[in-house]
């Protein structure tokens, strides 16, 4: 369900290779890597409709600002001490860390896509995430528009 709901597209690392991006197993599901400036972007182009992402797809800019992928490793600087029950309100409600009166979760992350899915999925995913390599990463903050 991880591969098909395309989980590594944005919160995966990628190496280039001859056959372009792939993601860097290393470093899998950890997100955007800490202390790795956004590049500099025109604002312009996104007063004007446009939305633009990193190579890698880990950041995008859009009219909700700067967003960065977040790291959803099994580490405590990722969901390594999330409960379930945050995990299916973070994906059902779009809030951020699955927490009340959190900040909504920002584009492009599709969480409204996967409001619909089962219980059952939402524990299966969150239980293969929970498995994995926990690595130490503090994603950026995102950003406003005013700060490009």
């Known amino acids: ?13 990628k190496k280039m290779t001859d056959h372009g ?3 860097d197993l290393e470093k899998r599901f950890s997100g955007y890597p800490a202390g790795r400036p956004f590049p500099k972007v025109d604002s312009n182009l996104i ?4 939305a633009v992402f990193t190579g890698d797809l880990q950041a995008a800019a859009g009219p ?11 580490d405590e600087t990722g969901i ?3 409960k379930f029950e945050n995990f299916k309100k973070a994906l059902r409600e779009g809030k951020t860390k699955g927490l009340d009166g959190a900040r909504p979760i920002l584009p492009p992350m599709p969480w409204q896509d996967f409001k619909n899915l089962t219980d059952d999925d939402i524990a299966a995913v969150f239980a293969f995430l929970k498995s994995t390599k926990p690595i130490s990463n503090v994603v950026p903050a995102p950003k406003q528009l005013n700060e490009l």
Not at 47 to 50: A, E, F, P, R, V
């Open 64 to 74: 909700w600002g700067v967003s960065f992928a977040a790291n959803i490793s099994s």
């Open 1 to 13: 369900m991880v591969s098909v709901m395309g989980c590594d597209d944005c919160h995966s690392p």
């Open 80 to 82: 390594g001490n999330w």
């Open 47 to 50: 007063k004007n409709g446009m």
């Open 21 to 23: 991006p792939e993601v």
